[in-house]
């Protein structure tokens, strides 16, 4: 079965899937992460500039080693060193898992089409279902589609069956498409 998509839903899945709005929590950990130890090597640069006698000026490496000497482990070091270690543990984990889908490919595979603009193509397909009053679609993982009609309860699966027909025209030009699940009401609210 193939899909028919308008020139215009078509263009608009021409780009890759928007990026994120907010960061991530882990990417402001490594963000931190990665500016301590610019600053350290900073730090080292300089000690080693002014050891070498290029640049005037005390060296912080011979006030900063008698006060390191006398420090002896506790409980509150382990505990930071433990809590240090966990945090660059969670850290790795999260850098190395794999992104969850933010999206499916069209048929070519040279598109992707975010989940959220899936759902607004099958909704616009099913506002024109005969029978239907109103139609929401939510998208993710598997697509809702709720539809109130006035169809007597009798003929519910005449408008499921349509519904369904419509809605795999939209989902056949996606690889992978998601379940569909249809949940009828009659516009009273009986199901």
Request: glycine share 18%; charged share 10%; proline share 5%.
């Given at each position: 079965m193939t899909a028919l998509l308008s020139r215009e839903e078509t263009a608009s899945v021409a780009g890759p899937v928007p990026r994120p709005r907010r960061l991530a929590?882990?990417?402001?950990?490594?963000?931190?992460?990665?500016?301590?130890?610019?600053?350290?090597?900073?730090?080292?640069?300089?000690?080693?500039?002014?050891?070498?006698?290029?640049?005037?000026g005390a060296s912080w490496w011979d006030d900063l080693a008698p006060r390191l000497a006398e420090l002896r482990p506790d409980a509150v070091t382990d505990g930071v060193g433990?809590?240090?270690?966990?945090?660059?543990?969670?850290?790795?984990?999260?850098?190395?898992?794999?992104?969850?889908?933010?999206?499916?490919?069209?048929?070519?595979?040279?598109?992707v089409v975010p989940d959220r603009d899936l759902a607004r193509w099958v909704q616009a397909r099913l506002d024109a279902v005969p029978g239907a009053t109103r139609v929401r679609v939510r998208g993710g993982r598997r697509l809702v589609a709720t539809i109130t009609t006035l169809a007597p309860p009798a003929e519910h699966d005449d408008v499921e069956a349509s519904v369904r027909a419509d809605a795999d025209d939209v989902l056949g030009a996606v690889e992978s498409a998601p379940r569909l699940k249809v949940r009828l009401q009659h516009q009273d609210g009986v199901s």
């Open positions: 929590g882990p990417v402001v950990g490594g963000v931190l992460l990665a500016l301590a130890v610019v600053a350290s090597g900073a730090a080292l640069v300089r000690e080693a500039l002014v050891t070498g006698g290029v640049v005037s433990a809590g240090v270690a966990l945090l660059a543990l969670a850290l790795l984990w999260t850098a190395l898992r794999p992104a969850p889908a933010r999206g499916r490919r069209l048929g070519g595979g040279a598109a």
